[in-house]
């Protein structure tokens, strides 16, 4: 007797999607997902761009992605820095919105920031290379990890240990309030009225 062979076709094994996590169950779990979870009494009258401004990158929650209270780095504004997501959710009398904020971690880098020896960081406020350089051209601290030379990581570290921090000034505050700029102004109106009267 003569068997006939059986085709078979090829079945296809498609991985499945992750299902929609609602947004009641985050309220419960949130530390598996995000590194904190903040509560705002939202205002209508107040543009909803400016709960954000403190932040460097801010979303809508998405039931569909998956978020993790894990630290990453990410260059959101030009530069890598790292950091941890949080849940914000707007309340009001009668509906909840949620967003997911990154809130910016501060690394060892970035204390170093001040003390740092590249060409850019060392050169004079009069010098107009120090504003055609950006940090990424002379390898400086605050272009941030992978992008800053060991060298001046090494020297600013060394720095920081010898150097004290400066201590504020009777009147720093109120220097730290005015614009440069502004300083600037009023001292060529003063300087012109000398010269109009004398």
């Known amino acids: 007797m003569h068997k006939v062979p059986i085709k078979v076709s090829p079945v296809l094994i498609s991985p499945q999607t992750p299902a929609p996590r609602p947004i009641e169950t985050i309220h419960v779990g949130h530390k598996k997902c995000f590194g904190g979870i ?14 954000f401004v403190e932040y460097d990158h801010w979303e809508k929650y998405s039931e569909n992605k998956s978020y993790s209270r894990r630290s990453y780095q990410a260059a959101y504004k030009g530069m890598m820095k790292e950091y941890q997501n949080f849940l914000i959710v707007f309340e009001d009398d009668e509906t909840e ?16 920031e001040p ?8 050169c004079s406020t009069l010098n107009p290379l120090k504003y055609l350089w950006c940090p990424h051209c002379t390898s400086c601290i ?3 990890p992978g992008f800053a030379k060991q060298e001046y990581i090494d020297k600013a570290k060394v720095l920081k240990q010898l150097i004290k921090p400066p201590t504020e000034y009777k009147y720093q ?6 614009s440069l700029i502004k300083v600037f102004e009023v001292l060529f109106v003063l300087l012109l009225l000398l010269v109009i009267f004398v």
């Open 38 to 51: 903040v509560y705002i009494q939202k205002d209508n009258n107040t543009n909803i761009e400016d709960y």
């Open 142 to 144: 605050k272009s941030g």
């Open 115 to 122: 003390y740092c020896q590249c060409y850019r960081c060392v």
């Open 97 to 112: 919105e949620f967003y997911v904020v990154a809130k910016r971690i501060r690394n060892e880098l970035e204390l170093l």
């Open 173 to 178: 505050k109120y220097l730290d309030k005015t």
